[in-house]
């Protein structure tokens, strides 16, 4: 079946800039997405990108998508101490009745 | 506008014991998923319910776990004789349509002692 990858953890410092990496492998995909899930709470959507597009920028967010080689990638800019969560990748594929596939999330811990 | 709401947010149960859990997703979103969170696990499908079409169950683990939406809205995830393996947050979530951005409520964290 389809699968989406993510690092697992990730640190950096208040104002420096976060980039949380993720591969998938389908090959159909049509939307990928951003989720953000902070302690306790459901998933958030933070952004998405539609497969035809290859950066999309949403304030201090910007998605980079290389269709080529798989690759979806978000900065997150001038970093914050309420930033720190998990952030999820998900890929849709493109066909019906299909639902997101999710990586496993990967841990953002921001330092003051 | 109200968002997608799960209940209860807790639930401890014993072994063996049968459980439901609700989800009220957001009013005129056509699509309903369930997705079960355990830790270091990531996301994992359950099933995915869209208008009137049959539900696609393939992500439900064993035939002890069953859900229904019932009117095109509310939904109701049941887990028999429930294992301490089942034990993880269940998410419910809600779209416009398929293919729309989901929606997540906040979850129901089950326990199975």
């Known amino acids: 079946g389809e699968d989406v990858e993510q690092s697992l953890f990730l640190s950096v410092r208040e104002g420096d800039s976060s980039v949380i990496n993720c591969t998938y492998t389908?090959?159909?995909?049509?939307?990928l997405y951003w989720y953000k899930q902070e302690p306790g709470a459901g998933l958030q959507l933070l952004t998405y990108?539609?497969?035809?597009?290859d950066m999309k920028q949403d304030q201090r967010l910007t998605v980079l998508l290389n269709k080529k080689d798989k690759h979806l990638s978000l900065r997150i800019a001038d970093t914050q101490t309420g930033d720190s969560a998990i952030y999820f990748c998900?890929?849709?594929?493109?066909?019906?009745?299909?639902?997101?596939?999710f990586g496993k999330g990967t841990t953002l811990s921001v330092s003051s | 506008g109200a968002g997608v709401s799960q209940s209860p947010s807790n639930k401890v149960t014993e072994k063996g014991k049968d459980v439901e859990l609700r989800c009220d997703p957001i009013?005129?979103?056509?699509?309903l998923y369930w997705y079960r969170q355990s830790l270091g696990q990531g996301l994992e499908f359950l099933i995915y319910?869209?208008?009137?079409?049959?539900?696609?169950k393939s992500g439900l683990p064993s035939d002890r776990f069953s859900a229904e939406r019932t009117g095109g809205s509310v939904s109701t995830l049941t887990i028999q004789r429930t294992q301490q393996e089942d034990s993880a947050v269940y998410l419910c979530?809600?779209?416009?349509?398929?293919?729309?951005?989901?929606?997540f409520g906040n979850g129901t964290r089950l326990t199975v002692t």
């Open positions: 979530a809600s779209s416009f349509r398929h293919q729309s951005p989901l929606h």
């Open positions: 389908d090959s159909s995909s049509t939307y």
């Open positions: 990108i539609f497969s035809n597009m």
């Open positions: 998900a890929d849709l594929p493109n066909q019906a009745g299909t639902a997101l596939i």
């Open positions: 009013s005129g979103h056509t699509a």
């Open positions: 319910f869209q208008g009137n079409s049959a539900p696609d």
